[in-house]
């Protein structure tokens, strides 16, 4: 297990995340790009609620682990990064419909990135959670909550790009540079 290369993609990750969020003007934040999805701050809401509570599961209860250790990652990577799939996050980390302030949903994002951080450098990543069983899949070890945490963003980061190319259409001969 080479956590560098986890701390490596987790934060790269997160970073990309907090960049694009901060392309958004802060009204951009809070306004529905089509009926039925949430505003960029929702989604943003969302990832921190998530990434906070598996912070709370990694610094949980554990146990021994009887199997790989990294035995569901690549199911946790298809599923979340099939972008075809739709899926319906849980009641519990649902956000508000309320307006959101950009810079205190990036620096959230920050904090949480800071100690997610930590985890990976600190703990046992081999062990099991199990303070939560993922409906599912079941526990994670810390190196799959992990690996949620980054494939769960970079689903929502690819959400968060289409809601900011739809609120900012290309226009035609336009230099401008839309994210993909």
């Not at 599961?57 to 250790?69: C, D, H, K, V, Y």
């Not at 990294?70 to 519990?92: I, Y």
């Not at 205190?104 to 939560?132: G, H, N, P, Q, W």
């Not at 070890?141 to 290309?170: C, D, M």
Request: charged letters at 25%; one cysteine or more; glycine letters at 4%.
């Amino acid at each position: 297990m080479d956590q560098q290369k986890i701390v490596e993609e987790l934060k790269a990750t997160l970073t990309e995340w907090s960049a694009v969020l901060s392309t958004f003007s802060q009204e951009e934040i809070n306004k529905f790009p089509f009926e039925g999805s949430w505003t960029a701050g929702q989604v943003a809401r969302h990832l921190n609620i998530s990434n906070s509570g598996f912070l709370e599961i990694l610094n949980g209860p554990e146990s021994e682990t009887n199997r790989p250790a990294d035995q569901k990652v690549e199911l946790v990577k298809s599923d979340f990064l099939n972008f075809r799939t739709k899926m319906q996050a849980p009641d519990f980390v649902l956000p508000k419909a309320i307006d959101y302030d950009k810079n205190t949903l990036i620096s959230d994002m920050e904090m949480v990135k800071s100690k997610l951080t930590e985890v990976i450098r600190t703990l046992d990543l081999t062990r099991t959670c199990t303070a939560f069983e993922l409906p599912g899949y079941g526990y994670f070890t810390r190196w799959e909550a992990i690996y949620f945490v980054i494939y769960h963003s970079q689903r929502h980061l690819h959400q968060l790009k289409n809601i900011y190319g739809t609120l900012n259409p290309i226009v035609e001969g336009s230099t401008i540079n839309r994210h993909q």
